[in-house]
T-cell receptor
Framework: GESVGLHLPTLSVQEGDNSIINCAYSNSASDYFIWYKQESGKGPQFIID?????DKRQGQRVTVLLNKTVKHLSLQIAATQPGDSAVYFC?????????????FGKGITLSVRP | EPEVTQTPSHQVTQMGQEVILRCVPI?????FYWYRQILGQKVEFLVS????????KSEIFDDQFSVERPDGSNFTLKIRSTKLEDSAMYFC???????????FGPGTRLTVT
């Protein structure tokens, strides 16, 4: 069956270092991918998205890379800050019509060491 | 910045009781969703709603669940007879017309005892 999953359950990085969070997906029909951040006690917060016709997209301090050949998605956070500590989820959406549910992967906890 | 709001933040109920979780989506949004997250697990899709009807629902969303948009601002999730395994965080989300991100509310923690 289709699935979206993350490679590692936790990631600990030094403040100021770059973080890379990886995600594998299995549904080759997915055309839209999103990274969400979830802080304790809060709902998922949109970070960045990418469509399947792109392989890279940059935001403020964040970059998402999409490799459709190996069905791999990654989130890069530059100069990681304590406020980046949270659980990160990748999610995919199969189409842009009314059937637009998000399928989430298992979260990975990012812990930033001061 | 507009945001999705949810009430209550925490609901405790006894098994077999009915609960209604309330959401106020962002005002110009047209697509509405409910998701749930069991403690320590991933976020799971429950149902999507558009044009006053359900667009899609998951296997979780059985006959015990229902959704309603009773007026122009609220979007509710009702669980008719709660079970212990319904204990979870329930998130409402909304998005505007066309492709785009879903905005999530802060969630309601449902505890069934």
């Amino acid at each position: 069956g289709e699935s979206v999953g993350l490679h590692l359950p936790t990631l600990s990085v030094q403040e100021g270092d770059n973080s890379i969070i990886n995600c594998a997906y299995s549904n080759s029909a997915s055309d839209y991918f999103i990274w969400y951040k979830q802080e304790s006690g809060k709902g998922p917060q949109f970070i960045i998205d990418i469509r399947s016709n792109m392989d890279k997209r940059q935001g403020q301090r964040v970059t998402v890379l999409l490799n459709k050949t190996v069905k791999h998605l990654s989130l890069q956070i530059a100069a990681t800050q304590p406020g980046d500590s949270a659980v990160y989820f990748c999610a995919e959406k199969g189409e842009t019509g009314a059937n637009s549910k998000l399928t989430f992967g298992k979260g990975i906890t990012l812990s930033v060491r001061p | 910045e507009p945001e999705v709001t949810q009430t209550p933040s925490h609901q405790v109920t006894q098994m077999g009781q009915e609960v209604i979780l309330r959401c106020v989506p962002i005002s110009n949004h047209l697509y509405f969703y409910w998701y749930r997250q069991i403690l320590g697990q991933k976020v799971e899709f429950l149902v999507s709603f558009y044009n006053n009807e359900i667009s899609e629902k998951s296997e979780i969303f059985d006959d015990q669940f229902s959704v309603e948009r009773p007026d122009g601002s609220n979007f509710t999730l009702k669980i008719r007879s709660t079970k212990l395994e319904d204990s979870a965080m329930y998130f409402c989300a909304s998005r505007e017309q066309g492709p785009g991100e879903q905005y999530f509310g802060p969630g309601t923690r449902l505890t069934v005892t």
